[in-house]
């Protein structure tokens, strides 16, 4: 069974953090790249973090030094530990694999105020 379940997200001020859990079924996760993606209102869909199986991370440029991703591969398990969060953060933020498949969870929506 396919499943991608996002969870941690809410409202912050800037400069605050938010913690992000991607619970992955066995299918998606094994052995793939994980990677957390986010969309904001009107714009398309963009890569944020990757993370191998073996634990090795990239980040997108506006992120690196920010956020952190790492990965659980006994629970199946992907996180997104964001610090120093900026309005421009703001978005519904999603995981799947790298490249990503055509099934995508439900997201987790992360808002930050000035």
Same mark, same amino acid.
């Given at each position: 069974?396919?499943?991608?379940?996002? /969870?941690?997200?809410?409202? *912050? #001020?800037?400069?605050?953090?938010? !913690?992000?859990?991607?619970?992955?079924?066995? +299918?998606?996760? /094994? %052995?793939? *790249?994980? @990677?957390?993606?986010? #969309? @904001?209102?009107?714009? #398309?869909?963009?890569?944020?973090? @990757?993370?191998? !199986?073996?634990?090795? @991370?990239?980040?997108? &440029? !506006?992120?690196?030094?920010?956020?952190?991703?790492? %990965? &659980?591969?006994?629970? +199946? +398990? *992907?996180?997104?530990?964001?610090? /120093?969060?900026?309005?421009?953060? +703001?978005? *519904?933020?999603?995981?799947? %694999?790298?490249?990503?498949?055509?099934?995508?969870? #439900?997201?987790?929506?992360?808002?930050? /105020? !000035?």
């Amino acid at each position: 069974q396919v499943r991608l379940v996002e /969870s941690g997200g809410g409202l *912050v #001020q800037a400069g605050g953090s938010l !913690s992000l859990s991607c619970a992955a079924s066995r +299918t998606i996760f /094994s %052995r793939n *790249v994980m @990677a957390w993606y986010r #969309q @904001a209102p009107g714009k #398309q869909r963009e890569l944020v973090a @990757a993370i191998t !199986s073996g634990g090795n @991370a990239n980040y997108a &440029d !506006s992120v690196k030094g920010r956020f952190t991703i790492s %990965r &659980d591969n006994v629970k +199946t +398990t *992907v996180y997104l530990q964001m610090n /120093s969060l900026k309005p421009e953060d +703001t978005a *519904v933020y999603y995981c799947n %694999r790298l490249p990503y498949g055509e099934y995508w969870g #439900q997201g987790t929506q992360v808002t930050v /105020s !000035s």
